[in-house]
């Protein structure tokens, strides 16, 4: 079993829906958890950062982190044209180098 | 403000060739490390540094080395290209705050081929 895996895609929504996006992890260790954005051609960029368990909001922008079930979920409301890219999760253990996911392309259509 | 800086953008190599990608970053960062990535198979560390003269592999290091003689470069080496290093190759860097890992900042990338 990967230690961190990511639904692929690809995800196609209307303009202005609810975008849900998961993944599931294996590493009860995990402490540190990331949300990247990829663009096209362009390295990822970060999203979102969390330590442990809860929720954290940005703008239109919600992660939520469920250790119990090694779970973890970025919400995007209101998805943009823009927001079509590559999302790719990651994580890690303190101290230790991040284990990312495979990625989910999402495109969002006007 | 530069971020992380990758060079070249792009290369065409013939088998056998060797070369050096080059990643400068000018936040002062600590840590840096760098990744290939391949359809279907996302983001995989390579070796990365936690200082400067200090290096250690990755994933997937085979083929590969590196060399930190500089706080804000890391280069990456292949001594003699194969096609299976066919591949987007990221740089990344992030502080080190002795408590807690850091979000990593990448570059935007140099696309390798090897024929």
């Known amino acids: 079993q990967k230690e961190v895996e990511q639904d692929p895609g690809p995800l196609s929504v209307p303009e202005g829906a609810i975008v849900s996006l998961n993944c599931t992890y294996s590493n009860s260790a995990f402490q540190y958890f990331m949300w990247y954005r990829q663009y096209s051609r362009k390295g990822p960029e970060l999203l979102m950062y969390?330590?442990?368990?809860g929720n954290k909001e940005d703008g239109r922008f919600t992660a939520q982190v469920d250790k119990s079930s090694k779970y973890i979920s970025l919400f995007i409301r209101d998805s943009q044209p823009s927001d079509s890219a590559t999302y790719l999760c990651?994580?890690?253990?303190?101290?230790?180098?991040?284990?990312f996911g495979k990625g989910t392309r999402l495109s969002v259509i006007a | 403000n530069a971020g992380v800086t990758q060079t070249p953008k792009f290369r065409v190599l013939k088998t056998g060739q060797s070369m050096t990608l080059l990643c400068a970053q000018d936040m002062n960062h600590e840590y840096m490390y760098w990744y290939r990535q391949d359809p279907g198979m996302g983001l995989r560390l390579i070796h990365y540094?936690?200082?400067?003269?200090?290096?250690a592999k990755g994933e997937v290091p085979d083929g590969y080395n590196v060399s930190r003689l500089k706080k804000q470069n890391f280069l990456l080496g292949l001594e003699s290209a194969a096609p299976s290093q066919t591949s987007v190759y990221f740089c990344?860097?992030?502080?080190?705050?002795?408590?807690?890992?850091?979000?990593?900042?990448f570059g935007d990338g140099t696309r390798l081929s090897i024929l």
């Open positions: 990344a860097s992030s502080y080190w705050t002795g408590d807690s890992n850091q979000p990593q900042h």
């Open positions: 969390t330590y442990s368990s």
């Open positions: 540094s936690v200082g400067e003269g200090t290096t």
């Open positions: 990651a994580m890690s253990r303190r101290n230790t180098p991040l284990v």
